[in-house]
Structure formats: C-alpha cells, structure tokens
C-alpha cells in the first residue's frame, strides 16, 4: 500500500472511529459553533456602536461577549497547534459573514450571487471542521486542481473527498 492510500485510509478510520464512538456529540458541537459566530458578530456590533455613539459602555459589552466567546471556543478547540485557535475564530466569522450577505443578497432576488456565497460559507465552514475533528494535517494538505483534498472515499471510489463531503458524513444535526 503506497504512501496515499495508507492516509486515505487512516483518515476514513478517523471518521468511522469518531461516528462510532460518539465521543463527539457533533449535533450540539455544530450549535455551539453557530451560537460561536454569533458571539463574534455581538463582538463586532458593540465595538462599531460604541465608535458610532460614542458610549464607551459598550465596550464593556464586548468585553463581556469576548469572555464568553473564548470560553466556548476553547470547548471546540481544546488543543491547539500554531494559530489555529485564531485560524478557528476567523474561519467561523467569515462563515457567519457570507451567510449574512448571501442571504442579503437572496433577499434582493439575486439568487445566484446568494448561492455563490453560500457555497463559500459552506466550503469555509467545512475547513473549520476539518479542523476541529484534526480530520486533515495542516502540514501535509496536498491539493489537486480542482481545490479539493486529495483523499478518496474509503468504498475505492476514485472521486476524491471533499471537506464538504466529510462535513456531511460527521455533521447530521438530525441524527440524535
């Protein structure tokens, strides 16, 4: 067995452990993330309120949703290598960011700009978590030219996996 295959394998282990296990309750976990977008979104907010009216009260606003942001992050990112605490703040507030203007966007009846930018807050989402479950080695992530990940279904289907494709295969908030 080559090199990729013997990680294609390790990875499709990685999932059907986690699945099995369920040492991760991952319907809960993806609220918490939601509730964690949101958190940084309150953050922002009071930060350009207190600027637009002047009121340093709403400071104390956000510091208070900071506290709160950083305790429950810390839940989904327990241990960290590098910068991918931050990496993990980021990647859920540009989620929650393209969300908004999607559907912004859908709302104006611009349907496929809103689907183009739901796409993105997707695939972003989906790297959060290639993240959180340590699914992909941030030091060893080879791409192909379609920007997937190089990694195939572990049924030796030659199409490769996608983050999105593990997401859906992890992340089923209706499997309780």
Known sequence: MDENAKKMEALAEKIRALKEKGTVDLSSDEDLSIAIMNL???E???????????????????????ELRKKLLRKMMPRNEGETWCISKH?????????E???????EGKREEA???????????????GLRLKLI?????????????NIHDEKGMKK?????????????CCDE
């Open 137 to 149: 080695d941030t030091g060893d992530v080879k791409r192909i030219a379609d920007d997937k990940l």
């Open 91 to 99: 990647l859920l507030a540009a989620t929650m960011r393209l969300m």
């Open 44 to 66: 922002e907010h009071f930060f350009f309120t207190a600027e637009k009216t002047g009121k340093s009260d709403y400071f104390d606003l956000l510091k208070e949703t900071r």
């Open 40 to 42: 940084v979104s309150l």
């Open 115 to 129: 689907e183009e930018l739901f796409g993105h807050a997707y695939r972003i989402y989906a790297l959060f978590w």
């Open 160 to 172: 490769p996996w996608t983050l999105e494709d593990i997401l859906e295969k992890l992340v089923d």
């Open 101 to 107: 203007v999607g559907t912004k966007a859908f709302g």
